[in-house]
């Protein structure tokens, strides 16, 4: 294969690995927010993506798929269970994610982590031309800048966080706080969510290595006494809004939207929770304070059903196989509470469906409920917005996700507060038409004006222009 000059290195290949009849591998495409966000980017540039197919034991030769070329890294069963649902799932998200669930510290699962950010190092540095621009994403990989900088000096190379940053407090438990540190700081530039993603990552840098940090610039020594910089700035994320607008004006999908409202039994109110069945999302916390409302009488179930999509995730982690339990005993409860034989109250689906269904479902709900307790950016909430090209519907939105940043025209919910998010379920469901169309509209303006292209754009130049700036020195 000719070595690229752009390459991204992520957990996950933008493909998902099937066998067909004929037993030949086929490809479809793979969930998940980052897959969605980086695909628009990868088709326009002529890159490697380095990543994982998604199963264990797989050897596949790198191949093209829509002008990408894709180079497979193998991860075995043991490296799945060590170092991405060990180390990547079990420590570290829930560590980033402010211990909603407890991390665990295993010194097992580091060294794992570190064989295999090893081997993606490795890969990258293979596949990248001579100063090539090397782009590593996510938590996963915390330690491949650092590999990929002293094995390829030569390098650009630049790193997105797509989760949260935790504050100092809190990353301090990490017993291997300080290699991840300095892993990050390989990169030239270190993209976070928020601002606040961003300063806390900075904090960490000043208390546990004592560097210099002004503004977004950070003071980094080599080995040899000189010094270097390091950018670490916010770049929220998006969506491609255009896929979605044309989904959301198609008159098929449009039928599917009406169709989907007659089979719940023409409900006044389609509530709306979209979510990969994760503990970050407060997927709890909404159906308490929904199945209160119905409790109080303040809702009844012939006027109002809540849609709760739970994408399958991360199922043989314990955290998750509980969670599941705990989900599906409370909407069997508040069913068994409230349902009659013609409506329901929670109509929950633990499966994924093509992003034809999402619009679909966007369109027919009148509220949309994200109610994360703490999540990087929340894809799903820029979603709904561009799907509501009819200016409709109403976001009630966490402040506690990163999307609350930039959607001050959302109801912003503190989802630990019940009594707060009942009384904003209400406000959501009566709201006048003209306001919802004043507030979506408002939305609609940030989401349009800010895709995941002008995201990917935005951090490529300033990765462009820090480096340029950096050997201009
Ligand atoms: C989040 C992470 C991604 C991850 C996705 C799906 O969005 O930021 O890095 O790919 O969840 O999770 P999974 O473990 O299935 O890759």
Known sequence: MEKAEFVVVANRLPVDHATGEDGEPSWGRSPGGLVTALD?????ADGAWVGWVGKPDLDIEPFEIDGTHLVPVRLSAEDVELYYEGFSNDTIWPLYHDVISPPRYRRVWWE??????????????????????VWVQD??????PQMLRESRPDLTIGYFHHIPFPAY??????????????GLLGADVIGFQRVADAGNFARAVRRQLRYDTKASGITVPND???????????????IDAASYIELARRADVRARADEIRASLGNPKQILLGVDRLDYTKGIR?????????????????????????????????????QLRDEIELMVGRVNGDHDTMDHTAIRY???????????????????????????????????????????????????????SDELGSAIRINPHDIGGLKDA???????????????????????????????????LDALDAFHEQEQSQ
């Open 285 to 321: 916390h909404r159906m308490k304070a929904y199945g209160e409302l119905l409790d109080d009488g303040r809702l009844g179930v012939e006027d109002v059903t809540l849609v709760q999509v739970a994408s399958p995730s991360r199922e043989r982690v314990e955290a998750y196989v």
């Open 224 to 238: 040899d006494g000189t010094t270097r910089r390091a950018l670490a700035k916010a770049f929220p994320i998006s």
């Open 425 to 459: 379920i209400m406000r959501a469901i009566e709201m006048p038409a003209a306001e919802q169309g004043r507030r979506m509209r408002a939305l609609r303006r940030r989401v349009l004006d800010h895709t995941v292209e002008d995201w990917s754009r935005d951090f």
């Open 40 to 44: 628009p980017v990868m088709r326009q």
């Open 169 to 182: 407090g809190l990353f301090s438990q990490l017993p291997w706080r300080r290699q991840v540190l300095q």
């Open 139 to 144: 938590y996963q990989l915390q330690l491949v």
């Open 112 to 133: 794992a982590y570190q064989r295999v950010n090893r081997r993606f190092a490795d890969a990258a540095a293979e596949a990248a031309a001579v100063g090539a621009v």
């Open 349 to 403: 689906l633990h499966q994924n469906y093509p992003r034809e269904e999402m619009v679909a479902l966007y369109l027919a709900a009148d509220v949309m409920l994200v109610t994360a307790l703490r999540d990087g950016m929340n894809l799903v909430a820029k979603e709904y917005v561009a799907a509501r090209v009819d200016n409709r519907g109403v976001l009630v939105l966490s402040e506690f996700a990163g999307a």
